[in-house]
């Protein structure tokens, strides 16, 4: 996260969104790097992960609200900064939700994209990946909308199209957890979890089979956090 949190140091973020903000994690992440702001408000259609967010947080500038990215409340150019964090493969109408953010953001605002991507990783990176694209077939199976991680041609042609003024492409691979002990255990217990989200039908053994050869792989190729796409843009 460095080079993002590096550059949220140096801003006053203003009225902030955070569009599929999930649990919490990225809202705190814009609160605790950002030099000031005033609101953050995290969108997010899942009100389970809305409730689960709302127990971690404590600052009263962080508004939680269920709204769906494709189709905002705000009126235009209501935000000083937009961002979405970890998200983007995760929003089944992921152009629409970016126009959205562009409209929802002032003129001269600043737009974010934070978003792993699938292509250019070493073999310890491609465990990570395997590992996503696990979890989101395990999503689907439970009709949760998760499709694989996009390409950084992908990304970088979704931003292009958005018609933002000085964009800011950053490639960032997190060197400090190379073969974590801590960080491959926590993936096991992850994979276990969904191994149990897994629901019974024809495809579930396959997938579980799937599950425990990734957790080989950590231990037999290692484990690294995939390439990091972080695009900043003014509108
Ligand atoms: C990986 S999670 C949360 C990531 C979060 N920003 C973070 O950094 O921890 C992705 C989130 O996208 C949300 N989501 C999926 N489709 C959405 C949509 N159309 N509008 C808003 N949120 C959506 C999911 O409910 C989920 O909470």
Redesign the pocket.
């Known amino acids: 996260m460095d080079p993002l949190k590096e550059w949220l140091g140096r801003q006053d973020g203003g009225l902030v969104l955070?569009?599929?903000?999930?649990?919490?994690?990225?809202?705190s992440?814009l609160a605790e790097s950002l030099n000031c702001y005033r609101n953050i408000f995290g969108?997010?259609?899942?009100m389970e992960?809305l409730c689960q967010a709302q127990k971690g947080i404590k600052d009263k500038r962080i508004i939680l609200l269920g709204?769906?990215?494709?189709s905002m409340g705000f009126a235009d150019g209501t935000f000083d900064t937009v961002a979405?964090?970890?998200?983007l493969h995760?929003?089944?109408?992921v152009e629409e939700?970016l126009a959205e953010m562009k409209r929802v953001l002032k003129p001269n605002g600043n737009f974010i994209i934070?978003e792993m991507v699938q292509d250019g990783l070493n073999e310890k990176q491609i465990s990570h990946r395997e590992a996503h694209h696990w979890w989101g077939a395990v999503d689907r199976q439970n009709s949760i909308?998760h499709r694989e991680t996009f390409r950084n041609d992908e990304l970088r042609g979704m931003v292009g199209r958005l018609g933002l003024s000085k964009v800011e492409f950053i490639n960032f691979n997190e060197e400090t957890e190379i073969d974590s002990k801590e960080v491959i255990n926590n993936i096991e217990k992850t994979i276990d979890l969904y191994i149990e989200k897994i629901p019974e039908n024809i495809g579930r053994q396959p997938l579980i089979d799937k599950g425990l050869k990734l957790k080989e792989r950590f231990h037999e190729v290692g484990f690294a956090w995939a390439t990091i796409l972080i695009a900043i843009g003014t509108k």
């Open positions: 955070d569009v599929a903000t999930g649990r919490g994690y990225s809202a992440l969108i997010d259609i899942s992960n709204m769906r990215a494709e979405v964090i970890n998200s995760h929003l089944q109408y939700s934070f909308f």
